[in-house]
């Protein structure tokens, strides 16, 4: 086991996990389409009505606080026709019926499927000089840094922040926390195991340092290193709900977006807890 440097751009590791199922570009992608029913009902073939789209709009902005826009009926239905197949259904409004339960292993199964995002290695490049600059102002000052990565998705944002902080402040004292409210992402996330091609966006430096080059059944992946991802948490959580008490101990937050704030700007998001300054 272990790694070593073999002149590459990154250290070569046998150690890590084995890759979930599915990690890599082609993740989120529906399957090809196929025949659902005995009488040849071709489900991937099924549109949503408007009532339908429009149904389901409203359970996930219910659910999450995301509003879909019209122009994605096409992307709703490819991703819910597998569950469609998978139920040996006819009709999204028969389906709907098992999303009435907001307890239901389908109400999140669906929740999962409709909010992945892209993401990427320090996506918002400005956002993370500015992150480096709050971390350098941090320095020598008591108390940790803690950074909260919102809508987290599969982590690579996360990461990113993980690098810059260690960049600047070592071993001191910071913190990372990753939330989303999808599932699946945030098992990805939480294997830090990505297609090698995400090493484009990582600087050369951060590369070296911080990230492992798969080889053998991990060949084509890159991992981040251990030491690295054991200063970063990833916690399910959904930003449309109260957010639980240890959140106020979180001074500055990264949004899915790249977006880094002051504390004091955050409270527009309404939530109680971050009105309880520790």
Partial sequence: GGSRDDGNRMPVTRTHR???TGVGCDRWRPPPAVVGHEDGLDVFSLTLSPKEYAWIRDFLHERTGIL???GKQAMVAGRLAKRLRHHGMTSYTEYFHLLRDPDAVETRT?????TTNETYFFRESEHFTLLHELASAHCGR???LRVWSAACSSGEETYSIAMTL???????????LGTDICARALGTAREGLYPLS??????EQYLRRYCL???????????????????VEFRELNLNEPFPDFMAYYGTLATGA?????????ERVGDEAFKKQP
Avoid: C, F, H, T
């Fill in 258 to 266: 790249g977006w880094i704030v002051p504390k004091k700007y955050v």
């Fill in 68 to 70: 879909l826009r019209d």
């Fill in 142 to 144: 008591s108390g940790s």
């Fill in 18 to 20: 084995r890759p979930a």
């Fill in 213 to 231: 080059r798969g080889r053998d059944e991990y060949l084509g992946y890159l991992a981040i290193r251990p030491s690295l991802a054991s200063r």
């Fill in 198 to 203: 995400a090493a484009e966006r990582i600087p």
């Fill in 110 to 114: 669906v929740v999962d499927l409709l």
């Fill in 166 to 176: 260690d960049d600047v402040l070592g071993g001191g004292r910071w913190e990372v």
